[in-house]
């Protein structure tokens, strides 16, 4: 079991930067790969970025890709999506969700492959 509680969002004008933080309970977290995905009024949950159990890889949106950064910290039990250079397009409720295989070396875009989720937070990016 895995639990997730999510951090860091708020209202940030555009071409700001906010860093968002995921921290997990539960002992299988450092053997889980780890994604962020966002949701905007009115669109579906979208792909973000995700990162490999053990840091070593990481994977972009092409709409985020050179403008966000994920990493983790297994010892503190959690990951972080650095985001620079905001745009309204970015505005979304932003989760953290954690794959339901332990132990892959395979990071998936899918929505499917996470089982565990946080409740979200907001991320309001002003014009």
């Known amino acids: 079991q895995v639990q997730l509680v999510e951090s860091g969002g708020g209202l940030v004008q555009a071409g700001g930067s906010l860093r968002l933080s995921c921290a997990a309970s539960?002992?299988?977290?450092?053997?889980?790969?780890m994604g962020w995905f966002r949701q905007a009024p009115g669109k579906e949950r979208e792909f973000v970025a995700a990162?490999?159990?053990?840091?070593?890889?990481?994977r972009y949106a092409d709409s985020v890709k050179g403008r966000f950064t994920i990493s983790r910290d297994n010892a503190k039990s959690t990951v972080y999506l650095q985001m620079n250079s905001l745009n309204y397009e970015d505005t979304a409720v932003y989760s953290c969700?954690?794959?339901?295989?332990?132990?892959?070396?395979?990071?998936?875009?899918?929505?499917?492959?996470?089982?565990?989720w946080g409740q979200g937070t907001q991320v309001t990016v002003s014009s």
């Open positions: 969700a954690a794959d339901r295989s332990a132990g892959s070396y395979y990071i998936s875009t899918s929505l499917n492959q996470y089982f565990y």
């Open positions: 539960g002992r299988t977290f450092s053997n889980r790969a």
């Open positions: 990162i490999i159990w053990s840091g070593t890889a990481t």
